[in-house]
Every structure is written in structure tokens, then in C-alpha cells.
């Protein structure tokens, strides 16, 4: 995770951001430090990435690249407003003493746009990363990628219409996915929840799962109730002042596969 000291909103690169209603970083602050107590409440380990100056969305570290095992695979940015954080999670991680550590040569917005899933990554296109991109990764890791395609600009990144439950499930918005990509999902994933609307678009499936807690938004409660049907413990959380930028718990979460 990487707190958000130079949070802001800016510029506008996707359609959550108004760079005229700006952001409040003291309140995103406590909101970010709010989910890692909770993370680290539930037993799990952060380790916190140092922000840089005018990088105001270094905070979504999920998007820093893709860990599995001892490779790391930082990322490159679409837009020119974040192409430094590449360079800046790469040095980061090259530091952390991990086997292998390259950077995507091919658009790669890290996870994103790529969840693994059991044996495969699920990975999208459409808005952000490049299809070419997929085929880096699966050469990289030596995991096979699936492709999906986005269709709904709300949705840039995968992680805003697609949680990773445990191993081999998973909720989603199937509408905000092309007509082909639904049908992979449907066959891939035929018991996977599917989120309503409502949901969606307070990202609610932007969230992280360790196999029983699922954190996300607090606000989307027809998904918390699917989520405790199926025998999850929902835990939820309030990070409307980063929602401002597109992000929520997911977002500010690189998993260390």
C-alpha cells in the first residue's frame, strides 16, 4: 500500500475525477489508514510504499504492477499524468530483494487490469492495458492469461467490475463487459456472483478477499448480502474520498501472490 500523503485530484483520466471539486487528502488519509488497521487487524502484513510529489495517485498501488512469487513485473501507464509511478514502484521493488524484477514494456496497469485466479490470470483491455500486454504477462510468469474486453468507460480497470473471491470464485458486473466476454465469464465462472448496478457503480466489487473476509465498500449492501450467503464474512469500508479519483480498497491493494 502507499499512503496517500500527495493525494489529490488533479486532472481527469477517467469519469469518477472533476479536478474543479478537488479532493480532501487529510479525510483520504484516515480513510487509507482505517483499511490498513483493518488489513492488519485481520492478521494480514503491509508494507507501505513511500508516495512521491506530484504523483497524486501513487496511492492506488494495485495498479504498480503484478507479484507472484519471486517476479515482479512493474508497470507502464496509459496516461502521461502517471507514467512516473512506474519507474517509482520498479525501484521500489527492485529493493525488496525478490528474484526477478522487469518492467512491462507493453501497457500494463498492473492488477488492475490483471486477477489471478486459481492457475490463470484474468486480464482486460478496452480502456487501459494493451492486449499485447496479456501476451507479455503470460510469457513472463508462465501462467496462461485469458482476455476480456471492457466496454463501459465508468469501468476502466478490470478491479472496478471484478473481485476474486477465492480459489475459482468470483463476483462481477457482467454488463460491463463486452457480449463475447460475458459468455467466457459465464463458462469460466458459471456459480460466480453477479452484482447489481447499484453496486457496481459504487465500486463495490472493487475489493479484496483472503479466502473468508471480504473488504470493499460499505456501501454496496445487495452485494454484501450475496457475499454472506455464500459464506463470506462481508467487512466494510468507507473510501468515498478516493472514490473521487476512481479508486476504492482494491485500488489501494498490490496482493503479494
Wanted: net charge negative.
Amino acid at each position: 500500500m502507499c499512503r496517500p500523503d500527495h493525494f489529490d485530484v488533479r486532472y481527469a483520466i477517467n469519469p469518477w475525477m472533476d479536478p474543479t471539486k478537488g479532493a480532501d487528502r487529510a479525510l483520504a488519509l484516515a480513510q487509507w489508514e482505517t483499511l490498513r488497521a483493518t488489513f492488519e487487524g485481520h492478521g494480514h502484513r503491509v508494507e507501505v510504499v513511500p508516495g512521491e510529489p506530484d504523483l497524486p495517485d501513487m496511492v492506488f498501488a494495485a495498479n504498480s504492477g503484478l507479484i507472484v512469487g519471486d517476479r515482479v513485473m512493474s508497470a507502464r501507464f496509459t496516461h502521461a499524468e502517471r507514467t512516473a509511478e512506474g519507474p517509482a514502484y520498479h525501484r521500489w521493488f527492485a529493493e525488496r530483494g525478490f528474484a526477478e524484477v522487469v518492467a512491462a514494456r507493453e501497457i500494463n496497469e498492473g492488477e488492475g487490469d490483471f486477477v489471478l485466479v486459481g492457475e490463470r490470470f484474468l486480464a482486460a483491455t478496452g480502456f487501459r492495458s494493451s492486449p499485447a500486454a496479456h501476451r507479455e504477462v503470460e510469457r513472463y510468469f508462465g501462467i496462461p492469461v485469458v482476455s476480456l474486453e471492457l466496454v463501459d468507460p465508468r469501468f476502466y480497470h478490470l478491479d472496478t467490475v471484478l473481485m476474486v473471491l477465492g480459489a475459482g470464485e468470483i463476483a462481477y458486473y457482467p454488463p460491463a463487459f463486452s457480449t463475447e466476454s460475458q459468455k467466457v465469464l459465464a463458462d469460466l465462472f458459471p456459480d460466480a456472483v453477479r452484482a447489481s448496478a447499484a453496486d457496481a457503480e459504487v465500486l463495490g466489487l472493487n475489493g479484496v478477499s483472503d479466502g473468508y473476509h471480504v473488504y470493499f465498500s460499505g456501501r454496496a449492501t445487495k452485494l454484501a448480502a450475496q457475499l454472506t450467503e455464500r459464506g463470506y464474512e462481508p467487512v466494510g469500508l468507507d473510501l468515498s474520498e478516493l472514490l473521487k479519483a476512481g479508486g476504492s480498497v482494491k485500488c489501494c491493494t498490490l496482493e503479494v501472490h
